[in-house]
């Protein structure tokens, strides 16, 4: 079965500094990675996923994220915060088998920007 | 496209209570999948649906229920409702491809009392 661990419960970030979000999985194959965002009270987001082919993801709202096979990992990254991105982000791994996908989401890392 | 709908968005009842929220997926997607959002658990996974069958489903007790009629629309049922079920409860329309995404709705906010 797969896992994620998202190391990092809470980041503090100045507006326009840089931002890099961990993500670990834990899976025996390729998986399949995803990054959401959740604002408060509101639904999750995808920001972006990888599945195959080049490493480098780009997402939306300027957000990328790489795939690392060797450590196992899918940081997700901002180069210049915007107050904006203040909110909940999950990573998600998938995996597939017995005919369907199965989804395990990491517990999330809440991102607070300061001015 | 339209996004995915769930209604209620927010809801109150009491302990004892049963409760039906809705989902309406997104125009094409055929399969569903049910989340239950606390500040303690997280986001845990509840069922998921796929042309009306249930194909896989999270360890929560039976008193959760779900179904999805033939036109992708999923419903979930919380029958004799408990503290403990006051929750964020998100509904994800899936597009199965590869890999399969899942695209959230706002969310039904469900407080017990």
């Known amino acids: 079965a797969q896992s994620v661990t998202q190391p990092d419960i809470h980041i503090t970030v100045s507006e326009g500094a840089s931002l890099e979000l961990r993500c670990n999985y834990s899976?025996?194959?390729?998986?399949?990675l995803f990054w959401y965002v959740q604002s408060p009270g509101q639904g999750l987001q995808l920001l972006l996923k990888?599945?195959?082919?080049?490493?480098l993801v780009q997402g939306i709202k300027g957000f990328e994220a790489e795939f690392k096979r060797s450590q196992s990992s899918f940081n997700l990254r901002k180069p210049s915060v915007h107050w904006s991105d203040a909110a909940e982000y999950f990573c998600?791994?998938?995996?597939?088998?017995?005919?369907?996908?199965?989804?395990?989401f990491g517990t999330g890392t809440k991102l607070q920007v300061i001015p | 496209k339209a996004g995915v709908t769930q209604t209620p968005r927010y809801l109150i009842k009491t302990r004892g209570q049963q409760v039906t929220l809705s989902c309406s997926p997104i125009?094409?997607?055929?399969?569903v999948s049910w989340y239950q959002q606390t500040p303690g658990q997280g986001l845990q996974f509840l069922f998921e649906?796929?042309?009306?069958?249930?194909?896989n489903k999270g360890n929560f007790p039976g008193r959760f229920s779900g179904r999805q009629f033939s036109n992708s629309r999923s419903e979930m049922n919380v029958s004799t409702l408990e503290l403990g079920d006051s929750a964020l409860y998100l509904c994800a329309s899936i597009d199965d491809g590869v890999p399969d995404t899942q695209y959230f709705g706002p969310g039904t906010r469900l407080t017990v009392l």
């Open positions: 125009s094409g997607h055929r399969s």
């Open positions: 990888y599945f195959s082919g080049d490493t």
């Open positions: 998600a791994v998938g995996a597939r088998g017995g005919g369907y996908q199965k989804v395990t």
């Open positions: 649906y796929f042309s009306e069958t249930q194909r």
């Open positions: 899976y025996g194959a390729t998986p399949y």
